[in-house]
């Protein structure tokens, strides 16, 4: 199976992917097609130039990683899966310390660490790259230029750990949530059947409301209290049609097969704009219990 994640070789999407792969039972041989940004994950999956596709969704310190939930908007996709990743930043260089003049990393990157590059290097010049792995690729031209990415990206691009654990909380998770095309490719039905085993689900949906108007959210949110449907995320983005106007994300424990949650979709659907379910898919806890 082809799968799509944000390169180059090192990043922690590629982490991401060989994490999920590992937990369901890996199947022949997979091959990792890197991509230089979100948005060509996305394209590489349309252009069923991949089967899957990993990306990044939200970080526990950054929040939200908006060209993922713009694309989950815009694009023909079904979330299959999800897994979280621990992230453990290092500043990797050629040279010393006191050498480093340009920090390069993924916006991401940058904002996980930005209490530590205040404190620690209030005069570096800030680079943003398409991935943290793409930064160890470049701060290895000069030995005034260092990179935040994983430890492992030190060894595969030959830097220096010059700091290690470089973040500004101690815990630091991304979660990645693991997309196929809605017609999901035979390839990846095993992969969907083999998680009905043991797991508990969730579903993630996007909701547009049409039209400002008071209580049009607490009447989604009622229907969900009403019936129990325990709600795990819940985010606003703009719609990009006029400033004030927003679509919701909105993630809750269940599956779409589950009547209880079919007839909350449906009560909801007729209160809406517009509607897309994303895909109903194993919780990653109990998914790590299960297996
Ligand atoms: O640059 C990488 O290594 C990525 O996989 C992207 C990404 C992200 O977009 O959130 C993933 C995890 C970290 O939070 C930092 C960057």
Known sequence: MIIGVLG???????????QWIEKNGREGEDILEYCA??????????????????????NSIEGSVGITLDRLLENDVNIIGETIVTIEH????RGKKEEIKVILSHPQGLGQCRQFLKNHFPAAELR????????????????EMAAIASPETAEMYNLNIVMPNIQDRKHNHTRFVI??????????????KKDKQGS???????????????????????EFAKTNINLTRIESRPSKKVLGDYVFYIDFEGNINDTIIK????????????LK??????????????N
């Open 37 to 58: 940004d979100i948005q060509d994950v996305f394209s590489l999956l349309e252009d069923k130039k991949c089967e899957i596709g990993v990306v990044p969704l939200e």
């Open 179 to 192: 997309i196929t095309r809605s017609n999901i490719p035979e390839s990846v039905q095993k992969y969907i």
């Open 8 to 18: 180059p070789k090192g990043t922690y999407s590629e982490k991401a992917a060989e």
């Open 263 to 274: 007839d909350a979709i449906s009560n909801i659907e007729s209160n809406v704009g517009m």
């Open 90 to 93: 290092c500043l990797l260089s």
């Open 277 to 290: 379910i994303l895909g109903s898919y194993p919780e990653f806890d109990s998914y790590c219990e299960s």
């Open 128 to 143: 943003t790259t398409g991935s943290t792995s793409h930064a160890a690729k470049l701060a290895t031209e000069f030995e």
């Open 200 to 222: 508990s689900y969730k579903t993630s949906i996007i909701v547009y409301l049409d039209r400002d108007r008071p209580g049009a959210l607490y009447a989604i949110l009622g």
